[in-house]
């Protein structure tokens, strides 16, 4: 009781000061919009993406721009995060969709990866340009805007949508939702055919866990990313040097965790209807995934 007496006004100073900061100072709900090429409005979280997308070309491009047989140092780099992510990913989509859908996932890890931990660069969310009167935020973490995070979610789950229909088919898609997976010849007739109206009822329940997983994915990603942005924002105003830095590893952390969520969610979504049947590849069971390459 005595230390919780001593420690409690700090805190609750503290605590006060941090919710004052947080909602005086800390980064704006919207992106804000900065100039227009033509008809497109640019804001300050599309000028992030662009350049970290430029960056990721550029890097890539050179790192493997002469593959050899004994890597290089950032040839070894760009191997060892393509054969990590594969090895990862290849089991939860199954064998049969792993190479096709791999590009997908490892643009998905890398750029997701890249944009969270963009915001802790030097300059973004701190530099300001003076637009019409008033000054703007030039450079804002790309996933710190909802725009960006919906987009990520509906290209993944378009994909979803092509990978599904090009590797199981509609039939296998409509058996998984709304097929009676109960074995017939173990069941009374009366029970088999009364479970066809059950696995009906499930299925249009998972119609609506399909049409919210765009929603998960894009509320999940924001969320995390502009919750951090605030906080760093927060603790930069209690105290510039010292108390913010514990919460830059807490955002490296979290900036990896939800890259690597958000990958592994689409490919779980993928592999549900995909990753079926795999063990009949043959004498030789699934193929393995380093393979694959």
């Known amino acids: 009781m005595l230390l919780v007496?001593?420690?409690?006004l700090p805190v609750l100073l503290l605590a006060s000061s941090v919710s004052a900061l947080a909602s005086e100072g800390g980064v704006p709900a919207k992106a804000e919009l900065l100039f227009h090429v033509g008809p497109l409005p640019v804001t300050n979280s599309m000028v992030t993406s662009w350049g970290v997308a430029l960056v990721l070309i550029i890097v890539i491009r050179l790192a493997t721009w002469k593959p050899q047989l004994i890597p290089t140092r950032s040839q070894a780099i760009v191997e060892s995060l393509i054969q990590g992510l594969l090895d990862l990913t290849a089991p939860i989509v199954g064998p049969k969709v792993a190479r096709p859908a791999f590009p997908l996932l490892i643009a998905l890890f890398t750029y997701i990866l890249i944009q969270n931990w963009s915001g802790l660069l030097p300059g973004?969310?701190?530099i300001k340009i003076l637009e019409n009167g008033e000054w703007k935020e030039l450079l804002r973490p790309g996933n710190a805007d909802m725009n960006s995070t919906i987009a990520l979610a509906a290209v993944s789950m378009v994909c979803w949508f092509y990978f599904i229909m090009r590797y199981a088919g509609p039939k296998a898609?409509?058996?998984?939702?709304?097929?009676?997976k109960a074995d017939k010849k173990s069941l009374?007739?009366?029970i088999y055919y009364f479970l066809f109206v059950l696995f009906f009822g499930v299925?249009?329940?998972e119609i609506i866990s399909i049409l919210v997983r765009p929603v998960s994915l894009s509320f999940r990603l924001f969320g995390n990313i502009m919750g951090g942005e605030?906080?760093?924002h927060a603790m930069y105003g209690v105290q510039k040097w010292v108390l913010p830095v514990p919460f830059y590893f807490l955002e490296l952390l979290i900036g990896f965790v939800q890259a690597l969520v958000f990958t592994l969610l689409v490919s779980v979504y993928i592999g549900l209807i995909c990753n079926h049947g795999d063990e009949e590849h043959g004498p030789g069971g699934p193929e393995e995934p380093a393979a694959l390459l």
Do not use: Q
Not at 5 to 8: A, E, H, I, N, Q
Not at 173 to 180: K, Q
């Open 5 to 8: 007496r001593k420690l409690g």
């Open 124 to 126: 973004v969310a701190t």
């Open 173 to 180: 898609v409509l058996y998984d939702i709304f097929g009676n």
């Open 188 to 190: 009374p007739p009366v």
């Open 203 to 205: 299925g249009l329940i």
């Open 230 to 232: 605030n906080l760093i």
